[in-house]
């Protein structure tokens, strides 16, 4: 057998080791021909740059938080750090900060020089290479050579990964930043858990809903398929996008077999996995943030079901006319004459009500003072065993009815594991930087958080603009309730809020479910468009009506 023969035949977890090893070896030749400037007893320039600007009583305050913290600490300390993300794993803090009677804060204050914000380095711009080479790669690569890129997408989602990870560990050591980890240490176990939490609530959930049949009687019709994404675009504000996107993905395809075109999974994913979960908390992961830094649960519902509406009904009346065009096609006959719908598979029904429990298992074990588990991902972990349960509580004859298999998961796990490790450098800028966008405006604030969101994760880029637009404040549910009672503060939640769920829609990456859908999709037969075919079709579908709903709601109303 040739070398190169050898090659094309090392395939699974030994070949993704090697390029593991491979990547972080680059990585660590990065970091002695272009390593950072020494920053151990500095902050990065632009913070260095505001500080010059603070009064000096400013510097006095105890504990104080750094102008630009930004996301949610696992750790649950008081005060937030600069350049931090999480996907929910602190509790909410709705405890005054400087309250000596909450001991499950103090627990971690005993030590201010253990707690304290160490030194922070300012990102090169190129070490956002890697992240891009990933969009690049999955953008392009299935048009370069598709069975190169079915075949090894891990291998290059591991290897650029890696290259950011060695460079963070050996690049960004120099002193002690939290909880004796150096920044490189923290960002990286800090994206890390994001990953863990990301695919254990929409792997889980995938694993889940392969075990509850929902079977919608009848044939596809432009009014039975409407009517279908108008409920799942209500139902995901009860179970979250992505379990709304699995629990009706199947339904709708059978519902059009025989008529289903690539651009009715286009509309599902617009409404179903993305704009429909803007009413709740538990709607999309974004707005699930917020609520654990104190925006009170039903804020969204109150002041942005209007938004929902307008934005949900358009993209309704657009899918009704363009069902209508496509016309009846060639039907499953089978179904003809048949109506109603029936749901099977209890143990699923459980475990799905268990996963959804499971998000508020860390906010509530924090309020009770359970400081033992603070920073540990417990949550998660139970939504992995529910996942397990469910699989093997699951009968076969569901999966089969399902068309379940562990390909779609299995791709999007892969896929955003490089992505959260390469994302890092690229969120790390805009939290030491994001302040020179000059962002004041609701409009500014629209557009910037869903550019973003359209191409980063939605849940991080959603952060760093909430912190931005909060300033040197800690965002805790005081400075949100001082915020709000501004209706400039209003106009500007609402305008991250709704940038960051309705744009996560514009691509595959922005938002969990998106590429999950397109994966399973695409494993039941259907010739999904591609990263830029999709991204085209948001273009002239998706981003004109959210441009009427910023003329609407942040311009004429």
């Not at 969120?427 to 966008?437: E, F, P, S």
């Amino acid at each position: 057998m040739s070398a190169g023969e050898h090659n094309r035949g090392l395939r699974g977890p030994l070949s993704w080791a090697l390029w593991i090893c491979i990547g972080l070896l680059v990585g660590a030749a990065l970091t002695r021909i272009v390593g950072p400037d020494d920053y151990a007893s500095s902050t990065a320039p632009a913070v260095q740059e505001r500080e010059a600007h603070h009064d000096d009583s400013a510097h006095e305050q105890s504990q104080a938080p750094e102008p630009l913290s930004i996301a949610i600490d696992p750790d649950h300390d008081p005060a937030p750090l600069p350049d931090r993300r999480d996907t929910g794993l602190e509790p909410r803090q709705d405890q005054d900060p400087s309250d000596d009677d909450h001991p499950a804060q103090d627990a971690h204050t005993d030590d201010a020089s253990h707690d304290a914000a160490g030194p922070i380095p300012d990102i090169p711009l190129w070490l956002m290479l890697p992240f891009a080479a990933l969009l690049g790669s999955i953008a392009l690569m299935p048009f370069i050579n598709a069975h190169f890129w079915h075949q090894r997408f891990p291998e290059v989602a591991f290897f650029l990964g890696s290259i950011v990870v060695a460079y963070y560990l050996l690049g960004f050591n120099q002193g002690a930043f939290k909880h004796g980890q150096t920044y490189g240490q923290y960002q990286m176990l800090h994206a890390l858990k994001e990953f863990y939490a990301f695919i254990a609530l929409v792997g889980g959930l995938f694993i889940v809903s392969g075990g509850v049949l929902i079977d919608v009687k009848g044939k596809g019709s432009p009014l039975a398929n409407t009517l279908l994404l108008a409920f799942g675009a209500v139902l995901a504000n009860i179970v979250g996008t992505t379990g709304a996107s699995m629990l009706l993905l199947h339904p709708f395809m059978r519902m059009n077999k025989g008529r289903l075109r690539p651009i009715h999974i286009v509309y599902f994913i617009f409404i179903v996995s993305n704009c429909g979960g803007c009413l709740t908390p538990i709607g999309d992961p974004p707005l699930y943030l917020g609520y654990l830094k104190g925006i009170d649960f039903f804020w969204t519902l109150e002041h942005l079901w209007v938004n929902w509406a307008v934005v949900i009904a358009a993209l309704l009346v657009m899918f009704y006319i363009t069902d209508l065009r496509i016309g009846p096609g060639e039907q499953d006959q089978s179904r003809t004459g048949e109506r109603g719908i029936s749901v099977a598979g209890v143990a699923g029904i459980v475990c799905l009500g268990l996963m959804i429990l499971g998000v508020f298992i860390d906010p509530m074990l924090a309020d009770r003072g359970v400081t033992a588990l603070a920073g540990y991902p417990v949550g998660a972990t139970f939504q992995v065993a529910v996942a397990v349960v469910a699989y093997k509580l699951a009968p076969k004859r569901i999966h089969d009815a399902n068309e379940f298999n562990f390909f779609p998961v299995k791709e999007v796990g892969l896929l955003f594991c490089g992505i959260f490790a390469t994302m890092a450098p690229a969120l790390g800028y805009l939290a030491v930087h994001g302040h020179a966008l000059g962002l004041g405006s609701a409009t500014s604030y629209y557009f910037s958080t869903g550019a973003l969101s359209g191409v980063l994760d939605n849940a991080p880029t959603y952060l760093n603009f909430l912190q931005i637009s909060f300033g040197e404040n800690e965002i805790n549910p005081q400075s949100v309730a001082t915020f709000l009672s501004d209706p400039q503060g209003v106009a500007t939640l609402a305008a991250i809020s709704t940038g960051a769920v309705f744009f996560g829609a514009m691509t595959y990456i922005g938002n969990g479910p998106n590429f999950m859908v397109k994966a399973i999709a695409e494993s039941s037969g259907v010739d999904m468009p591609s990263f830029f075919g999709y991204l085209a079709r948001a273009i002239v579908i998706l981003l004109p009506v959210l441009v009427l709903h910023w003329l609407l709601f942040f311009v004429i109303l």
